[in-house]
């Protein structure tokens, strides 16, 4: 049998989601999984880009990260999003992406996949829970399954104990939320395997 496909998209300012999407990729694949890692594209204007240090860098690191698509969309089996809190919902670019993907998702090519997403946030109850929790909204509109880590795991206690999907602190993305990203991105594999039958 084929192996589950997973896509793992992924926004990052200033590197953490970076991070947790390469923690993550690396997992599903050592779960089985045929992965595709691709970076969601910025929609700040160069000039603020430009204007932070940190930005700047990060996105010169990623620039050769191939940018997420419809193709990839459509090709999946499940998805892994990252993506950063921002005002206690996703970056807005990983929802101006999404809000491009009406045509797929009027044709069914988002139904019955997996989904489960992770985010990071500066503060320790800074709207991760609702950050996660609004992308998995989006997703029940697909008509996907929601495969959330829930408390299956002891690394899900040890990195802090979101059952909706690992959440780091910002630049704070250590061994401890490696193992909760893995635990994550291996049961989405599982699931993602089990409904193909
Ligand atoms: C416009 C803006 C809004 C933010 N809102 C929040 C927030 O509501 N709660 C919080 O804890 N952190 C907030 N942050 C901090 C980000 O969550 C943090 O920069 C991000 O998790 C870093 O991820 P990255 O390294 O992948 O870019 C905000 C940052 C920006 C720039």
Redo the contacts with the bound molecule.
Sequence with gaps: MSKPKILVAFY???????AVALAAASAAEAAGADVRLRRVPETAPEAVVNGQDAWKA?AEKTAGIEPVSHADMEWADGYFFAA?????VSASQLRAFIDTLGPLWMKGSLANKTFTAT?????IH??QEATILSLYTTAIHWGAIIVAPGYTDPSVFEAGGNPYGYSAN??GFDDKGKAAVAHQAKRLVEMTAKLRG
């Design positions: 990052s300012t200033y590197g953490t989601n970076h990060q950063p809190t921002r005002y206690g985010t990071s946030a500066q503060n800074g709207g910002a630049g």
